[in-house]
């Protein structure tokens, strides 16, 4: 018998303040009625590993196994997931040209990935979809939390 999977719904987004620069990521999860924020920053990073970051987290926040949908307005994160990933693998984590960037959020989120059953939406960022936007709100805010030291 086929035991259904909780359905939750991610948004989740990643800003930089330059690139590299200070950046923050957020993600909001819904699940039957009930809303979790997360949010965080680092210091000296890209937008992609904040993108990457977003969805990490919010994967491992899950505590259960689940059928996610995620909201993201990244190409890279969309496509990284669901077209390069399995070849990215099976060159040992390498792409064609040469090295991976990012290759230890890539094999985090993959160990995510096995655990769920993922469904991937690219939303147009900055278009007023409201839940993208905020996302958004909460990565900047996150990189706004940072030290002052800590932003360039």
């Given at each position: 018998?086929?035991?259904?999977?909780?359905?939750?719904?991610?948004?989740?987004?990643?800003?930089?303040?330059?690139?590299?620069?200070?950046?923050?990521?957020?993600?909001?999860?819904?699940?039957?009625?009930?809303?979790?924020?997360?949010?965080?920053a680092e210091k000296a990073t890209t937008n992609n590993r904040m993108e990457l970051t977003a969805a990490l987290q919010a994967l491992r926040a899950l505590k259960r196994t689940s059928d996610v949908t995620f909201y993201t307005d990244s190409n890279?994160?969309?496509?990284?997931?669901?077209?390069?990933?399995?070849?990215?693998?099976?060159?040992?984590?390498?792409?064609?040209?040469?090295?991976?960037?990012?290759?230890?959020?890539?094999?985090?989120?993959?160990?995510?990935?096995?655990?769920?059953?993922?469904?991937?939406?690219?939303?147009?960022?900055?278009?007023?979809?409201?839940?993208?936007?905020?996302?958004?709100?909460?990565?900047?805010?996150?990189?706004?939390?940072?030290?002052?030291?800590?932003?360039?």
């Amino acid at each position: 018998m086929d035991v259904e999977l909780p359905k939750v719904v991610v948004y989740c987004d990643g800003a930089c303040q330059g690139n590299p620069g200070p950046g923050g990521w957020a993600a909001i999860l819904s699940y039957e009625g009930h809303k979790l924020e997360l949010s965080g920053a680092e210091k000296a990073t890209t937008n992609n590993r904040m993108e990457l970051t977003a969805a990490l987290q919010a994967l491992r926040a899950l505590k259960r196994t689940s059928d996610v949908t995620f909201y993201t307005d990244s190409n890279y994160l969309v496509r990284g997931a669901t077209e390069w990933l399995p070849g990215w693998k099976q060159r040992g984590w390498r792409r064609k040209e040469g090295s991976l960037l990012n290759a230890d959020l890539w094999q985090a989120l993959d160990e995510q990935l096995g655990r769920h059953s993922v469904h991937w939406v690219w939303v147009k960022g900055h278009a007023g979809n409201p839940l993208n936007e905020r996302a958004d709100q909460l990565a900047v805010r996150a990189i706004r939390s940072l030290p002052t030291s800590d932003q360039g």
